[in-house]
């Protein structure tokens, strides 16, 4: 599976976008883009995933560049409960999971 | 839907004990599920990949006699860590594939275990 880089953390005002970039330039074509978040001491949540299109749903949407090396997780309106741990994994279908480091997401009020 | 539990949440052992997690689909069927461990600070690390009826697959690095999965249906899996010791204290989670999307992982709220 192709690795992913994130940035270790950010910073994002509570009620503005956060929006959290993920590189995946050795990605292959049957591979998806998947996004999980882990606040402290939980189990991983399922945000979104995708293969080339964009994606949206109640939670966030998921940005994917044409070529597919990168990729962006938006969260419309920030919360203090969005303050997480956010991991992009990308996958092919029926593989395991492999988490990388994540970018921590701090909201501040 | 696509809820994952585990049990016990916390435990605490003393060194040279066995410690069983179970980790139950509630609401869908799992044919193959996932227990990772993480370390504090530390990302999630898979341990092993436990399908159905059959031997779980490893990832390379982890004892299978030190860490016995069984998944004897398609809603529990349970893992095993047998004579603990303090290294072993961790967070163990695991995931089970299935659901609303039949590919996507759901994750259980995983399990805090101190040896003593």
């Known amino acids: 599976d192709a690795k992913t880089t994130q940035p270790p953390s950010m910073d994002c005002a509570e009620g503005r976008a956060a929006n959290l970039p993920c590189n995946h330039s050795?990605?292959?074509?049957?591979?998806?883009v998947y996004w999980y978040r882990q606040i402290h001491s939980q189990g991983p949540q399922y945000i979104i995933h995708?293969?080339?299109n964009n994606e949206t749903n109640e939670m966030a949407s998921l940005i994917i560049t044409e070529d597919r090396k990168s990729s962006t997780l938006i969260l419309p309106h920030a919360t203090l409960r969005d303050t997480a741990v956010y991991y992009c994994?990308?996958?092919?279908?029926?593989?395991?999971?492999?988490f990388g480091t994540g970018t921590s997401l701090t909201v501040i009020p | 839907g696509a809820v994952v539990s585990q049990h016990p949440s916390r435990v605490i052992c003393k060194s040279g004990t066995s410690v069983k997690i179970e980790c139950r689909s509630l609401?869908?069927?799992?044919?193959?599920m996932f227990w990772y461990r993480q370390f504090p600070k530390k990302s999630l690390m898979l341990m092993a990949t436990?399908?159905?009826?059959?031997?779980?697959?490893?990832e390379q690095g982890v004892e299978k006699d030190k860490f016995l999965i069984n998944h004897a249906s398609l809603t529990l899996s349970t893992l095993t860590v047998t004579s603990a010791h303090p290294e072993d204290s961790s967070f163990y989670i695991c995931?089970?594939?299935?659901?609303?999307?039949?590919?996507?992982?759901?994750f259980g709220p995983g399990t805090r275990l101190t040896v003593l």
């Open positions: 995708g293969l080339k």
């Open positions: 995931s089970a594939r299935g659901g609303l999307g039949a590919d996507t992982q759901y």
């Open positions: 436990s399908n159905e009826g059959s031997k779980a697959t490893y």
């Open positions: 050795t990605i292959s074509g049957n591979e998806y």
């Open positions: 609401d869908f069927q799992a044919t193959t």
């Open positions: 994994i990308v996958r092919v279908i029926g593989n395991q999971f492999y």
